[in-house]
């Protein structure tokens, strides 16, 4: 990814790739003055959508916030 930052236009980004259900998202991080922003399949995105999206690939894989496996009743 090839960006600046859009607060201080500095070069030196920290950039985290993960994929989530099918969709890619991204976390970019200005080294410089610390402004972070997602994008989500290549566009820009709120954390708001980054969190509904992680909570459904959590529920839609019976995982629950600590990672294990959800009981099921016997």
Known sequence: MDALCP?????????IELGVGD????????????????RRDGFETQ?????ELAATAARSTGR??????TKTAS
Not at 23 to 38: F, N, Q, Y
Not at 64 to 69: N, V
């Open 7 to 15: 607060v201080c236009r500095e070069k030196e980004l920290v950039i």
């Open 47 to 51: 954390v708001a959508e980054v969190v």
């Open 23 to 38: 969709h890619e998202l991204v976390l970019v991080s200005c080294a410089a003055c610390g402004s972070r922003w997602w």
């Open 64 to 69: 629950r916030k600590s990672g294990r496996p």
